[in-house]
């Protein structure tokens, strides 16, 4: 790194610290918008400006949005009845992209690590409560990972979900399909058995 200018080293070391992204890939990004002129360097610039001056959190399920409430919260075709809890916005798109799920979501935007500073306070568990509150919730399904941190996330919430008198429940882990048992981890087998389904004669 040496070897390069200083503010080409910071424009490379601000693309590394993207998820995901090494050094060598940041080196690619960083050489590839230099090579093309200042187009599309100047349209990502513009993109990230924009988006971080008119996104913001949905004031109801913290999914970004550049509404006040999210289009998802505002549906009146969805089943208010059932809030789905997640941790991130990708795991929301996740879930969407099945065209399943006909409920609302709660974005937790992480899960609780005290280790990390992470608390109720920040994954705003006051918000989700008040939306429980004001709503007409049947069932809330915790659709954390199965994590350390997601099993305390999900048992904290849980018994948040049980004293307002409403259902919890989780999505179920286990075999994934096309899937064969012997490459199959422990936890995993363990989680599919106690997870079993009743088959229907």
Same mark, same amino acid.
């Given at each position: 790194m040496k070897s390069y200018s200083p503010v080409l080293q910071d424009l490379i070391e601000a693309f590394k610290q993207l998820p995901g992204i090494g050094i060598k890939s940041a080196q690619r990004i960083v050489f590839y918008l230099l090579k093309e002129n200042d187009n599309k360097a100047q349209f990502l610039a513009d993109s990230i400006q924009k988006s971080f001056q008119s996104i913001k959190e949905c004031?109801?399920? *913290?999914m970004y949005t550049e509404e006040q409430t999210c289009g998802i919260c505002t549906d009146n075709n969805r089943d208010s009845g059932?809030?789905?809890v997640i941790e991130t916005p990708a795991d929301l798109i996740a879930i969407e992209n099945t065209m399943e799920f006909k409920g609302k979501y709660f974005v937790l935007m992480g *899960?609780?690590?005290p280790i990390d500073g992470i608390g109720p306070e920040e994954l705003k568990i006051d918000l989700l409560?008040?939306?429980l509150q004001q709503s007409n919730v049947r069932e809330v399904i915790l659709a954390v990972s199965p994590t350390v941190e997601g099993e305390a996330t999900v048992a904290y919430i849980a018994s948040l979900v049980e004293s307002e008198n409403i259902k919890s429940s989780r999505i179920a882990y286990g075999?994934?399909?096309g899937?064969?048992?012997e490459y199959v981890d422990s936890n995993t087998l363990i989680q599919a058995l106690n997870n079993r389904n009743t088959i229907d004669g």
């Open positions: 004031d109801q399920c *913290r059932i809030i789905c *899960r609780l690590s409560i008040n939306v075999v994934p399909m899937g064969e048992l």
